[in-house]
């Protein structure tokens, strides 16, 4: 099967105009299918300050209100989603802006209120992917690029995680595709030292990763990135990387500088 790249950016590019620049530069030269996947949660909260909207967090997510859902609806799929569009044309790379209700691409459904109520907060599954749409623009030689918004075919935008977001993209279209996700963070891949980025471990496999955890040698952050790595894997996705953004040429060929996360 073809090869395709499932790139999600995180919030230290997005809130750099230097470093995204530098990033899409790089992501323009990536060599043949290729999604990106982007949030934006810094600058929708320095805009929402600006009009009053304060945010509000519960482990680490958005709670998504009416206000918030608003803001976060013209920060990430108006601001952020249209600039990094032109950026690319000006690159020529050919892109499309996308939410998850453009061609009804992303549908989702409110989260269930459990002990907390997120609000306008999203959950997807695999199963409800448009792919025939995605391949499509694919085989086109488009690139789509999403905002973390679905919808739920009520009407209304949903707010979605972005990490969450590019793992299903990446399991659907693995039926396509061989996929390689990856995850661009603010490291230069799993480190068996916290404190020394250059002790990148290259590959990680399920034997390995129990020895990692069984001595303790992980950062207890990384974890959930590498157990939903493995969860992709399991659900079809080829291979998963964990690498910085600006390794991002290096990450798309066998001779990588990140992590590799592999069965």
């Known amino acids: 099967m073809e090869q395709l790249f499932v790139i999600k950016i995180g919030g230290n590019v997005i809130d750099d105009p ?11 030269r990536v060599k043949g ?5 982007h949030g934006g949660g810094k600058i929708a909260t320095k805009i929402g300050h600006g009009l009053g909207i304060e945010p509000n967090y519960h482990q680490g997510r958005r709670i998504t209100d009416d206000k918030t859902i608003d803001l976060v609806t013209m920060v990430y799929g108006g601001l952020v989603n249209k600039k990094i569009v032109a950026s690319l044309q000006a690159l020529n790379e050919n892109a499309i802006g996308l939410t998850g209700a453009d061609g009804n691409v992303l549908p989702a459904v409110r989260r ?4 907390i109520d997120f609000g306008w907060v999203g959950d997807i599954q695999e199963s409800q992917v448009n792919t025939a749409l995605l391949s499509a623009l694919l ?4 690139t789509p690029v999403f905002a973390a918004l ?4 009520q009407g209304h935008i949903l707010n979605t995680n972005a990490d969450t977001i590019a793992s299903v993209l990446a399991v659907a279209l693995s039926k396509h595709y061989d996929v390689r996700l990856i995850y661009c963070f603010e490291k230069k891949g799993v480190l068996l030292d916290v404190e020394d980025d250059h002790s990148v471990i290259h590959r990680i496999d399920p034997p ?3 020895q990692l955890l069984a001595e303790k040698k992980l950062f207890e952050g990384i974890i959930p990135k590498i157990d939903n790595a ?16 600006q390794d991002l040429a290096a990450n798309t060929t066998p001779e990588i500088t990140g992590t590799l996360i592999i069965y």
């Not at 299918?33 to 996947?37: R, S």
């Not at 269930?112 to 002990?115: R, Y």
């Open 18 to 28: 230097e470093k995204l620049q530098d990033f899409l530069h790089t992501f323009a």
């Open 33 to 37: 299918k290729k999604i990106l996947v």
């Open 112 to 115: 269930p209120v459990k002990e």
């Open 139 to 142: 085989q086109q030689n488009i």
């Open 150 to 153: 679905t919808h739920d075919s």
């Open 208 to 210: 390995l990763y129990q």
């Open 230 to 245: 493995f969860a992709a894997i399991g659900s079809g996705v080829k291979e998963v990387l964990i690498g910085d953004s």
